[in-house]
């Protein structure tokens, strides 16, 4: 559809505002994303006998999600501020069913990767601690778990935390951007295990990460050609770029881990490929949506076009 | 929880409200708005709103820019051609018998002139205000009134709001830590406490011209119908309603608008919709997505390979 040549605005204003969020945001949907991919390949080496990969799935979720976590809060401004978002619970706003989200999973998830470092020291404690790291990592199972469990509503709710705003592309994506972000989270979480865990049992993390490249390529593949104009900031300037970068590291990412995954320098490569790539898609979203709120252009003109189609708002 | 789309008669009472007063609102005829801007000087005055910049914009006469964090009304000055007047339209020329004046060269029909579009715009507390329904602690409220209130005690900062208006009115206060209330969302809360105590809100007592005029939202829209009427009779053709209609994209507005052009000539959205329309939809997909998320991750680990 070709828009309307001509619109006008008041002097080249905005209409809508651009949200006043900075890296911290897309820092933390790529964190989200990696803590909860992480900690599904935790629970299920944990359960299937791969104790390399579970270490390796249980401390990298207790990272990412610690630094999200940090993140939210430097948002914020204050700690005390965090503890203030768990005074209601409204399923209207994604961000306080994240909040809930996270006091949730986070703490599942900081419990199974302590117990992780502990067994890691157990040898060089002391007595007197034997008792209580014992009972830490017999809780490790269930809280890896039960922590598993949720995080894949960690890892797609921050699409909805997105697209339920009047920022132009991101509201217009909203059917596709949960498929790009739980595939952009697989794939982040797929490649930072493949290249920390031994390759003889890393093979579901090559899965993960191909399987969720290729949802991620997809996914975006459906949202740009559906959107029409709005999603040209996907395309120019500083978000475009990154959107360009995010494709080719993930395809490189795929298609090496295809084809070298299996070496350790093939997987260390592919999957840092992978984990760049997810971090160009999520800053290439975020980006192209301020820019998309900045421009008064694509808030206008599909709103003209929507009313000149006669199909009304409200119906 | 209330309803998130679509007409709603009583807001304040979907909201849970067990005395709630009758919906006020504001009407702000532009066609009689002379750009005095005493609506936002009273504003800021009543309301104890930090400056915000003196700066000169340079694109119109209009220097305070938009609506925002320390601005909660605004008056746009519009400068647009206008087509020359008709011949024998008793339309005057100012006499300048001793220069020529500028454009006298070109040939009469390609003359313009020149008219001024005033409108004092304001927070439009709709029926269904997404500002209010993503705010994760509960600071925005539906007051008795109908209206739309930020607590600023109980906002965190999020910046969720900000984003989600599909006006561009809700904005985080910026500047120094001496500045009141900085890092918190701020905007018009028609007058809350002046409403409480039976007056009416600052900008419409300032208003010279009653352009801003204050009351009850369905007597206001009885009224505003009529003067539109009333302008189309008159000849204006281009006049027209904004916000008036509860079939709208926002359930209707608490304030209402008689413009003279198209919406967006104003900097507003010529058809706003409240993203919280389409959020059950959107919880459904990443539902959607998290399911196929834990059978995808599930399934890379069956099979023989390690």
Redesign the interface.
Known sequence: MVPDAT?????G?????????EADIPAYLFLGGLA??SA??GA?GD??G?PALRRVGRLASMGAITVSFAALVH???KPS?FV??L??A???????MG?WLLSVFGPLAALAGTAEAVDAMRDSLPPSLQGPARLLIRLSRPAGIAG??V???V???T???L?????PT??EA??E???V??GS??AASGGLAMMLTPG??A???R??AV??AL?DLAAAHVMETRLGMVADPLHTGAPGQLMRASKTLTTLGAVGTLLAGRTRLGSVLSGACLVAGSVCTRFGIFHA?QES?RD?RY??VP??E??AQGR???A | ?GS????LQDPAADAGWQDPQPRKGFFTDTSICIGCKACEVACKEWNAIPEDGLAMLG??YDNS??L?ASTWRHV?F?EQPAPAAAPGSGRASLPMPTTQRPGDALPPESRTDFRWLMSSDVCKHCTHA?CL??????ALFRTEFGTVVVQDD?C?????C???????V???REGDEHTKNV?IAQKCTLCYDRLGAGLTPACAQACPTESIQFGDLDELRERAAARAETLRSQGVAEARLYGASP???V?GSGALFLLLD?P??????????V?????P???K??????????A??????LGG??
């Open positions: 619109f006008t605005s008041y002097y204003r905005p209409v809508v505002k651009p949200s006043p969020w909860g991919g599904l390949l299920g359960l299937t791969r948002d914020l401004g501020r203030n978002m005074r209601v409204k399923p209207t706003s994604p961000m306080s909040t598993a469990i995080a894949p509503a890892a797609s709710y699409a909805v935390l697209a339920d705003t009047a920022t991101w509201n909203r059917n951007l949960p498929y972000f739980v989270a697989a003889d049992q093979g579901p993390a899965r993960l399987g969720g949802t949506g709120a008064p808030t206008v709103q003209r929507r009313i009304s708002a409200g | 929880m998130l789309s679509g007409p694109s119109s820019e938009a925002g746009a519009i997404a329904d993503v705010c994760p602690t509960g109980v965190n900062g999020c910046g969720y900000v984003p989600a208006c599909p006006f561009g809700i904005e985080r890092g079939e709208d994209g359930g198209e967006e000539v104003y900097g507003l959205p010529p058809d706003p919709v993203s919280t329309r389409d959020l939809q959107m919880w997909q990443a539902g959607i997505a998290a399911l196929g998320l834990l995808g991750a599930a399934a890379t680990f390979s390690r």
